[in-house]
């Protein structure tokens, strides 16, 4: 497709910094596993749409879906060695498989943007965490593809092994109980396995799995991504919006996130909510968001699904549909030009 994400990353950035400022901000980390270049950080198109200093360290990091919690504990690393600075966390990704494909209808494609400090606004990021890794090709892309290859069965497997590995990691390493969770939060490649997920916990902690309770546990992390669809990096954290904007005051408790990618790797770790973080909640603005997205038509899909850009050098202008501040106005000289809309 001729969309990009990293003007997508753009747009997530703006309001953050336009509330919370920009000054102290000295790294900025995109992670993604729909990189356009194989040298070049994608981070760096967004530094310069937002007329960042030069002062800035910028760099791009991958590992399938948990590049974006990799980014998160990298940027915890830096501020707890340096309080005074902020990181610009950005996890952005767009999910395309080949058409009329088992994975075509989980697709999707969206941005978050995480401002770390050490004052934060919506939640504290626990320093503990469970770390999990093994060499499986459940899901991948070659650099030779555009498209992901999917083995969905061995997808499962590996994300229920993982995710129990990682939880039980968490717990060895002196970790809340599970009683002490709040909420949890699941990467979710689709939303259904959200609740595999939870009940697989469930399983491993030696609790009774009732089914319509493990259903209400979930229900409100999976709003975005119902309507939004697979967005690899920024998953988990479209899981955490939508509980915030959603769930009552819990100002203290603690949430559980899962971040899982294929290949794979896959941590659990613990974030607590901030006093006074619903101040900083901006649903409103999340649903406007969504709600600015155009239906299209099915043959519209299709076509836009095989566009893609010439590889011969020229200059190929992009169209001019975003309703966000930037744009990709094209390829120019094998340049991609990002542009203020």
């Known amino acids: 497709m001729r969309g990009s994400h990293r003007d997508a990353g753009g747009r997530r950035c703006r309001p953050l910094l336009a509330r919370h400022g920009a000054d102290r901000i000295r790294t900025v980390v995109f992670a993604t596993e729909s990189s356009v270049d194989q040298a070049k950080a994608a981070g760096i198109h967004v530094h310069s749409l937002l007329s960042k200093p030069s002062a800035t360290r910028v760099v791009e990091l991958k590992q399938a879906c948990y590049g974006g919690t990799a980014a ?136 009774e799995v009732d089914e319509a309770e493990a259903v209400r546990a979930i229900g409100r992390r999976t709003a975005c991504n119902e309507e939004i669809g697979n967005s690899y990096t920024a998953s988990v954290y479209l899981a955490l919006a939508a509980l915030l904007d959603t769930s009552d005051d819990l100002t203290g408790r603690a949430i559980g996130l899962l971040s899982y990618g294929s290949g794979s790797v896959a941590e659990f770790f613990a974030a607590v909510r901030v006093p006074g973080y619903r101040s900083q909640l901006r649903s409103g603005q999340h649903r406007e968001a969504i709600s600015r997205r155009r239906e299209i038509g099915y043959p ?22 975003t309703t966000g501040p930037y744009r990709l106005a094209g390829l ?10």
């Open 332 to 341: 120019f000289g094998h340049k991609r030009v990002y542009e203020p809309r």
């Open 300 to 321: 519209d899909y299709r076509e836009r699904h095989e566009q893609a850009f010439p590889v011969d050098g020229g200059d190929h202008p992009a169209p001019k549909e």
């Open 72 to 207: 998160l504990q990298f940027a915890v690393g830096l501020v707890h060695r340096d309080p005074s600075q902020q990181v610009l966390v950005i996890a952005s990704d767009v999910s395309k498989y080949e058409l009329d494909q088992p994975g075509e209808a989980t697709q999707g494609a969206a941005a978050v943007a995480m401002l770390i400090s050490a004052d934060p606004a919506l939640v504290r990021i626990e320093d503990t965490s469970g770390v999990f890794t093994a060499d499986s090709m459940d899901f991948w892309r070659p650099n030779y593809l555009t498209t992901a290859l999917v083995d969905g069965k061995e997808s499962v497997s590996a994300y229920l092994q993982a995710m129990d590995g990682a939880w039980k990691d968490y717990t060895e390493q002196g970790g809340r109980a599970f009683e002490e969770f709040a909420a949890f939060c699941y990467h979710q490649p689709f939303t259904k396995m959200a609740h595999k997920a939870h009940r697989a916990l469930l399983e491993s902690c030696g609790r």
